[in-house]
């Protein structure tokens, strides 16, 4: 059972969502381990490549706070939609412990699928920067 604060939160912020394009507005939270909830909806544009998603919003959020550790992550859209690629990566980056950090997928029906962080995206891209 996904936690309510984490939920709510995410489900809130989706009403805040800019998605004129998709139609498909999502809401996003992220438990920091300094233990705030940082929450983020989709942000689309006319020019598709500039679209932001939820995740990455709440993210970026997190990140400017001064927080650089994830603990778990709500996402709310209709049907419990999983991250994209782009943000199952970004939130990679935010952990060295991915199959610690439980992601929720709620649907605006209440249905729940769950996934750890290490299940959404294995063999994480991971690169020592500097060593060539
Ligand atoms: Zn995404």
Known sequence: MAPNDLVDAARAVRANAYAPYSVYSVGAAVRGADGV??????VENVSFGLCMCAERVA???MVSAG???IREVAVVTRDSG???GMCRQTLAEFTD???R???WLVGEDGTERTFT???LIPA????ALGQD
Do not use: D
């Open 37 to 42: 909830i940082y929450s983020g909806c989709n």
């Open 59 to 61: 993210i970026g959020k």
């Open 67 to 69: 927080c650089r550790r």
């Open 82 to 84: 999983s991250p994209c």
């Open 97 to 99: 412990e991915p199959e």
């Open 101 to 103: 950090v439980v992601i």
């Open 117 to 119: 962080l290490a299940e």
């Open 124 to 127: 994480t891209f991971r690169a």
